[in-house]
Structure formats: C-alpha cells, structure tokens
T-cell receptor, first 114, second 112 residues
C-alpha cells in the first residue's frame, strides 16, 4: 500500500507565525500535491510538483509556498500565517504518466490560526 | 482552466434507496473522471473512475455514467447502506498529467 504521511494532524499557530506542513510518501511517486479542504468549497489545489525541485501553482497559491528537495517529501510553507488560512490541508501523491491517475491522500493536517 | 460543478451539496436517502450525484465540467479536453469518497475523519479514497472513451462503468452497487456531448457525468449508488454515508467528490482532468480539478463535494446521508 502506498502511504502518504503528514507529520502533524493538528496544529495551532498564531497570526504571523511561519508554518511548515510536511508530507512524505514511500512509493517513489513523481507527482505530489497540496490541497486545502473547507466545508462547501471542496478540495482546492494550492501547489503541485511534477518531480524533485519542480513546483507549479494551483488554483489558490497566494500566501503559500512549497519545497520539494527530495522525491519523497513535499513541504507546504505559510510564510506569515493568517486567520483565513485556518483549514484542513491534504497532501496527495501519484505516479507520473498515462494511466497513473489515482491520487493517494494523506490523513490531513488541521491548522488553526489564532 | 477546468471548472467542475457538483450537485446536490447534500443528499439524504433512506437505506435501500438509490442515490445520484451529478457533475458538469467545462473543458471539453477533459478525459478522465474519478470519484472519491471521504468518510468522516478519514482521507479521500478513489471508488470508481471513467475515461472519456467509455459511456458507463459499474462496480457492484456503484456506477458512473458520462455524457461527453453535454459535459456531465454522474455517480449512481443503488441499494444504499448506512456505510455509504460520506462526502463524495467528483473530479475532471486532462492530458497526460491528469491533475484533477474537484467539485465541491456532496454529503450523502443514508438513514437506517
């Protein structure tokens, strides 16, 4: 089974703090994703990465950055957390290429910004 | 970019009834349509998918239909059971990268 592990299930941070959300997958997947999940808004793509050191903006990248220094790890960074970034963050991964379509999600990181 | 609309946002049915969730997409180049189920407190997981060269696909009690002309696709669950209660997300994606755009989700509640 592919495992996607998000290091923090619950975080509470203060406005203005720098926040790191870490995601590790163990199946050598090329593609990794960060989604934000809010009630009634579904899963919105923040950033994705095709491979190591590659990153692409998704639909809502403002206020976020990412880092992919190693193939198995994809980090989401909130440079200066704000209350409107309180949300559930989901990491996902999949193989690259035709036929490699299924996303495997992590368990999520619920971030509260006070 | 792609835009996926999903309806209804909430669906309440009695156990044994059928449930239908509908999605529309905007990009005619989309060619892959997965459905994910997210149970309360758990991660989304793929339950069924369909490609644009197929009109219908079934897997036991669930089926998905695709109308490329109208750009809509639907999830059908028959003989619903309480364990079908979850949030269901449709998605659409294009090309070789298959980066999905998700709908807003449907909360399905199956009453015993």
């Amino acid at each position: 089974d592919v495992k996607v592990t998000q290091s923090s299930r619950y975080l509470v941070k203060r406005t203005g703090e720098k926040v790191f959300l870490e995601c590790v997958q163990d199946m050598d997947h090329e593609n990794m994703f960060w989604y934000r999940q809010d009630p009634g808004l579904g899963l919105r793509l923040i950033y994705f990465s095709y491979d190591v050191k590659m990153k692409e903006k998704g639909d809502i990248p403002e206020g976020y950055s990412v880092s992919r220094e190693k193939k198995e790890r994809f980090s989401l960074i909130l440079e200066s957390a704000s209350t409107n970034q309180t949300s559930m963050y989901l990491c996902a991964s999949k193989r690259q290429g035709t036929g490699a379509n299924v996303l495997t999600f992590g368990a999520g990181s619920r971030l509260t910004v006070l | 970019g792609e835009n996926v609309e999903q309806h209804p946002s909430t669906l309440s049915v009695q156990e044994g009834d059928s449930a239908v969730i509908k999605c529309t997409y905007s990009d005619s180049a989309s060619n892959y349509f997965p459905w994910y189920k997210q149970e309360l407190g758990k991660r989304p997981q793929l339950i069924i998918d369909i490609r644009s060269n197929v009109g219908e696909k079934k897997d036991q009690r669930i089926a998905v239909t695709l109308n490329k002309t109208a750009k809509h696709f639907s999830l059908h669950i028959t003989e619903t059971q309480p364990e079908d209660s979850a949030v269901y997300f449709c998605a659409a994606s294009t090309g070789g990268s298959y980066i999905p755009t998700f709908g807003r989700g449907t909360s399905l509640i199956v009453h015993p």
